[in-house]
């Protein structure tokens, strides 16, 4: 069992920041991928960016490309996202999970935390 808990959300204007972060528990951390996915209100669940085990291999859609990156410190037990240039659209709970591989479908993953509020306002 992984236990996870995001951290880092709130209110920011419209091109402003925020880093998230999401603090693991449990089994070891760096066993896992991790991947943060994001629910606005009335639609369904939506990957944002996953990260291999050891950090060498990250993905994003296409949307956050250029703007949000996902990293991770093993030693910590936690993971990243730093979101820069926020849009009004990027409004959402976010989710750090993880799971055993680097995959961008939510069903995929074992493991979620709380989640996170972003609210980006114009």
């Known amino acids: 069992q992984v236990q996870l808990v995001e951290s880092g959300g709130g209110l920011v204007q419209a091109g402003g920041s925020l880093r998230l972060s999401c603090a693991a528990s449990g089994r070891t951390f760096s066993r896992y991928a991790m991947a943060w996915f994001r629910q606005a209100p009335g639609k369904e669940r939506e990957f944002v960016a996953t990260i291999s085990r050891n950090g060498d291999y990250t993905y994003y859609t296409d949307s956050v490309k250029g703007r949000f990156t996902i990293s991770r410190d093993n030693a910590k037990n936690t993971g990243y996202l730093q979101m820069n240039s926020l849009k009004v659209e990027d409004t959402a709970v976010y989710y750090c999970?993880?799971?055993?591989?680097?995959?961008?479908?939510?069903?995929?993953?074992?493991?979620w935390g709380q989640g996170t509020q972003v609210t980006v306002s114009s």
């Open positions: 999970a993880a799971t055993s591989t680097v995959i961008a479908v939510p069903s995929r993953y074992d493991y």
